[in-house]
């Protein structure tokens, strides 16, 4: 079989359904196969022992790499039009966000999520985990208003008018929030509601970004352009 990463609650030797017919399906595992198998905070190399399904397994020996940025790293993406959140979740998954929680703001165009595009993003998140080899899959969250986002120690708002750069701000000692507006873009007084919340304004270049690639470029410019 080549080699595969199974994401397994728990590590309890005993694959969900769902990756047990990826691993015999599209990777015709047999019995004597091996692969990893990760969750939240642990990753292992296992065994295939029983076919199923579901696949049981056993651990051969346990591993834990780095993966993680090292603080908490939050997104808020303005909720978008049709399938754009799927994008910033799979890169923000990527780059290492630990939550993202989408917001509504004035200008987006949908006002709510509902649950089984939320089941689908929490998917992509878990998808994107495996693929990028993390251990810890971002909580994807039900989206909340603007307002409701908790007060912050290190924010940074992506802003069309902002002067300051994120390197000249950033502090990667501290857990970091992260917000990004709609198409529209955000309204003033959001951004002025975002600043009373522990926000910095930040400029991410002379172009127009489009909302899901701003997500992109900020977090990027906070985990990979940092080596993190
Ligand atoms: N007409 C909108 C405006 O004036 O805000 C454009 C919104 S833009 C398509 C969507 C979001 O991406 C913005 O709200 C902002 O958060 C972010 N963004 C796009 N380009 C940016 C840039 N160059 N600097 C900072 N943020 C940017």
Redesign the pocket.
Known sequence: MRPHRAYSPGLTGVLPLRESRHLLEVLRAKVGDRFTVFDADREALAEVVELGPPVRYRILEERRPEREVGVEVALYPALLKGDKLSEVVRAATELGATRIQPLVTRHSVPKEMGEGKLKRLQAIAVEAAKQSGRLRVPEVLPPIPLKEVPQVGQGLV???G?KVLVREVLDLKKPLALA???????AEEEVELLQEKGFTP??????????ET?AIALLALCTAGEGR
């Not at 990004?180 to 955000?186: S, T």
């Not at 930040?202 to 909302?211: D, H, N, Q, S």
């Open positions: 992506a802003h069309l902002a990004v507006g709609p198409e529209g873009g955000f930040v400029f991410l270049g002379r172009r127009i970004l489009r909302a701003a």
